[in-house]
Structures are given as structure tokens and as C-alpha cells.
């Protein structure tokens, strides 16, 4: 019923910048949790951004290790997502996900299991 595709992904430098997409198809109930994970080669998926809007207006959560160099964002249409990634890093390269969830909080959005659909993954290598 639902389903979820990220876009945006690629290689690039050390520096640089790459915003990745994600679309929403179908029509999920009670969905407030959306936002973006990322999983290297032999590591666990990490929760890396997401927005919380069943929390107030919108609440926005983040890694520590991306805070100030990637923004959560969506548009007005809240199908779309994206996620800004400036100052890329080669610790960054990995398989960037889509995921929505019925409801997280600042102790339960960083955990997979807190999440009901996954897209695809686009790859993200940044290179030294």
C-alpha cells in the first residue's frame, strides 16, 4: 500500500554536497515519523534524520555525528522529502533509506524497528 523511493544518491568528493529525495506513494495511517537512515558495510542501520510531526508543529531529529551539516526537510505537498548533506565526508558513504513510522520520540526514532516502510536505498560514496 505503501511505498517508498529515494533518489539523489552518488559519489562525490570530500566537501561537497548531495541532496537526496525521497516519494511517497499510497496513503498510510498514522504515519508521523519519516525521515532517513544509512547503513555502511558491516555496520547497523543508523537513524540519521528524521521528522517527527505528530510531535507539535514538527520536530526534527538528528545524529549527533551530522548535526549542522545535514538538514531534514519536506515540501508542502508532504509526499516529498529530502535531506541536504553539505560537508560530506568519506564516513558518510553508505546506503541511504527512506523509512516512515507510525510514531518515534527522542528515545525510540533512532531504532529500525520503530519504522513500518523502507525504501529501496540510494548509495552515497564520498570519496577522500
Known amino acids: 500500500q505503501v511505498q517508498l523511493t529515494e533518489t539523489g544518491g552518488g559519489s562525490v568528493q570530500a566537501g561537497g554536497s548531495l541532496r537526496l529525495t525521497c516519494t511517497l506513494d499510497?496513503?498510510?495511517?498514522?504515519?508521523?515519523?519519516m525521515g532517513w537512515f544509512r547503513q555502511a558495510p558491516g555496520k547497523e542501520r543508523e537513524g540519521v534524520a528524521i521528522?517527527?510531526?505528530?510531535?507539535?508543529?514538527?520536530?526534527?531529529y538528528y545524529t549527533d555525528s551530522v548535526k549542522g551539516r545535514f538538514t531534514i526537510s519536506r515540501d508542502n505537498t508532504k509526499r516529498t522529502m529530502f535531506l541536504q548533506m553539505n560537508s560530506l565526508r568519506p564516513d558518510d558513504s553508505a546506503m541511504y533509506y527512506c523509512?516512515?513510522?507510525?510514531?518515534?520520540?527522542?528515545?525510540?526514532?533512532?531504532?529500525?524497528?520503530?519504522?513500518?516502510?523502507w525504501g529501496q536505498g540510494t548509495q552515497v560514496t564520498v570519496s577522500s
Open positions: 523509512a516512515l513510522g507510525s510514531y518515534c520520540n527522542s528515545g525510540s526514532w533512532s531504532f529500525p524497528g520503530t519504522y513500518s516502510d
Open positions: 499510497g496513503y498510510p495511517y498514522y504515519s508521523y515519523c
Open positions: 521528522y517527527n510531526t505528530g510531535y507539535m508543529s514538527g520536530t526534527t
